[in-house]
């Protein structure tokens, strides 16, 4: 603690208080959801609840509104994670390993993938996948969303691999390795953090996705819960605000978990943004 | 994967088989590459697929008459430019170019940027209890899955929300948000939505600034505005800059929370393009109407992209 000049100390007041009304802000929307979940009178007004009660939770946790869809979800995330990661991993070896003529084009590609905005694209994907007869598969919608990630897990993991070094790769090489073998044991297991990094920043995408699922899915037993959030505020939205409130946080605290998973490991919440190149 | 071996990318490094490396032919050199190119295989065919191929259906889906009912469902026949020709000559559509570009200006260029660039200044000289929470906050708006963020948002804005019953204990009657100014709530809760990026982008930016700079211009009489635009500013344009590109990227596709939030209603009054397209293709069954605004945001979002790319070329190459 140095010495504080006057102009100092106001600064800090002045920056303390406009800061604390942004808070205020930015926190209202999230106490009302927080509040609203454990009060089964909830208004959509912030109201401190007359009595704390976890109803709203143990009404929403049955198989038909939280578990199937939350299985569903789970379903999709993971597996658009895992095909993600492993297209990704696969591409960014060549791309960071040799000096390939085709790196330079495909690495714009990627990059001008990343850049694409796929809301835009939902209808020619609906039409599309109507003609390819994928509608309503989750498979179709996990390849999709795997499509959609891919571009950013290709771009990170070959940033990620770049900076695992060469040498030991060199030594496995002259062994008479091969090239998949090399990946397999040598550089997977060098650069395991990034890659859940990858992992963990498609997961939390594909699971807060609601568009693609809810343009792509049409049967409700195969919706992910963003989608069935969805159908359950058109049809109770204005008496269980509540229950819908419930089912909300039940959905966002794995993704919530995960961020704080990933930014503690990686020392500060610009994580993911930096891994945006920022 | 066992009968060819990569090879190394050291030269002089012995070769199985006891080939010298030097005297292999333009075959073997060809070959060489496509096992070494093998492993895009994958990437490529899920981005060729489900990625390109949309994009190349949608040019190709926007010059038909396809329809998701009626006769036009069975066999879609190709009309040349009659879609865009229509979608010129439809009120709607000019105004829906006009909504987004103000919903792109006001809550992504300078909501979201101006507000980021302010809370990562402020966060400097704060307190650290208050830079944490503040932190949190504006990052959990961010990270909650945009269905449970639209829905907050939704319940904040509404007649009887919490902004309305807020306004209410300061003695002012609150107007019906949703209803009559859709466009300032959803500009505002798209601000709530997505600063927490922009903030964490000029946060690391800040932090690389060398203190020592602004530190010299203090102790030449530089104020503290001054320090910012002719010092801090130009040091982070580049940050400013890739920032600006992402943000307008971002809310360009922007769908979901103006789709709970109000529809984009009352009528098209807050119909952005992506909901038009949506509106267009699967609610009023123009598959071809919705094919072509898709193809031209497609378009808008291709050029922005190239810009961007641009201005980052020398960490490709």
């Not at chain 2, 010299?216 to 010092?231: H, N, P, T, Y």
């Amino acid at each position: 603690m140095g010495m504080t000049s006057p102009s100092q100390r106001v600064l800090r007041a002045t920056s303390n208080g406009v800061l604390l009304l942004v808070l205020v802000a930015f926190a209202l929307p999230l106490v009302w959801l927080l509040l609203a979940s454990v009060d089964t009178s909830a208004t959509l007004s912030v109201k401190w609840p007359e009595a704390f009660t976890l109803d709203n939770f143990t009404t929403v946790l049955t198989p038909d509104l939280a578990f199937v869809p939350l299985a569903n979800s789970l379903v999709i995330s993971l597996g658009c994670a895992l095909l993600t990661v492993a297209a990704a991993v696969l591409a960014a070896y060549p791309l960071s390993r040799y000096r390939m003529r085709i790196n330079k084009p495909f690495l714009y590609g990627v990059l001008f993938g990343t850049c694409l905005p796929v809301t835009a694209m939902m209808v020619p994907v609906y039409s599309l996948f109507v003609w390819l007869n994928l509608i309503d598969s989750v498979p179709g919608t996990i390849l999709f969303l795997a499509a959609s990630s891919l571009p950013m897990a290709i771009y990170m993991a070959k940033n990620f691999m770049d900076s695992v070094p060469i040498t030991l790769e060199e030594a496995a090489w002259v062994d008479g390795a091969s090239m998949l073998k090399t990946l397999t044991t040598i550089v997977i297991p060098l650069m395991r953090p990034g890659l859940a990094v990858v992992f963990i920043f498609v997961f939390i995408g594909a699971w807060g996705n609601f568009f693609v699922p809810f343009v792509l899915l049409l049967s409700p037993d195969r919706q992910p819960a963003a989608v069935t959030i969805f159908s359950f505020f058109g049809q109770y939205g204005s008496v269980a605000y509540g229950q819908l409130a419930a089912f909300s946080l039940l959905y966002s605290v794995p993704v919530l978990a995960l961020y704080v998973l990933v930014s503690r490991s990686l020392g500060g919440a610009s994580a993911l943004a930096g891994a945006v190149k920022g | 994967m066992t009968t060819t071996i990569p090879s190394p990318a050291v030269p002089g490094t012995p070769v199985r088989g006891g080939r010298p490396p030097r005297t292999r032919g333009p075959g073997a050199t060809a070959r060489r590459s496509a096992t070494r190119a093998l492993p895009l295989l994958p990437a490529v065919v899920l981005l060729g697929v489900f990625l390109l191929g949309p994009v190349i259906w949608s040019f190709y889906g926007s010059l038909t008459d396809a329809s998701l009912t009626g006769s036009a469902a069975q066999g879609a026949s190709f009309v040349g430019f009659d879609n865009y020709l229509e979608l010129f000559s439809d009120p709607d559509f000019p105004k829906s170019v006009l909504l987004t570009l103000v919903f792109l200006v006001a809550s992504a260029i300078v909501g979201q940027n101006v507000l980021g660039l302010a809370l990562a200044l402020l966060m400097r000289s704060a307190h650290r209890v208050v830079r944490a929470l503040v932190g949190t906050f504006v990052v959990t708006a961010w990270v909650l899955p945009e269905i449970v963020a639209s829905f907050a948002a939704y319940a904040f804005f509404n007649d009887t929300g919490t902004l309305n019953s807020m306004l209410g204990l300061v003695g002012i009657d609150g107007p019906n948000w949703l209803f009559n100014l859709p466009m300032v709530s959803v500009i505002l809760a798209n601000i709530w939505r997505g600063t927490a990026f922009s903030m964490l982008v000029y946060s690391a930016a800040l932090h690389d600034v060398p203190q020592e700079i602004t530190e010299s211009a203090e102790v030449d009489g530089a104020r503290g505005w001054q320090r910012l635009v002719f010092i801090t500013l130009p040091m982070i344009r580049r940050s400013i800059t890739t920032n600006l590109m992402l943000t307008t990227l971002q809310t360009l596709s922007v769908f979901t929370l103006i789709f709970v939030m109000t529809g984009g209603g009352p009528g098209t009054e807050s119909s952005t393009l992506p909901i038009l397209a949506y509106q267009e293709a699967f609610q009023f069954s123009q598959l071809g109407f919705g094919t072509a605004i898709a193809t031209i945001l497609l378009v808008v979002g291709a050029l922005f992209s190239f810009v961007y790319i641009r201005a980052l070329r020398p960490e490709v190459d």
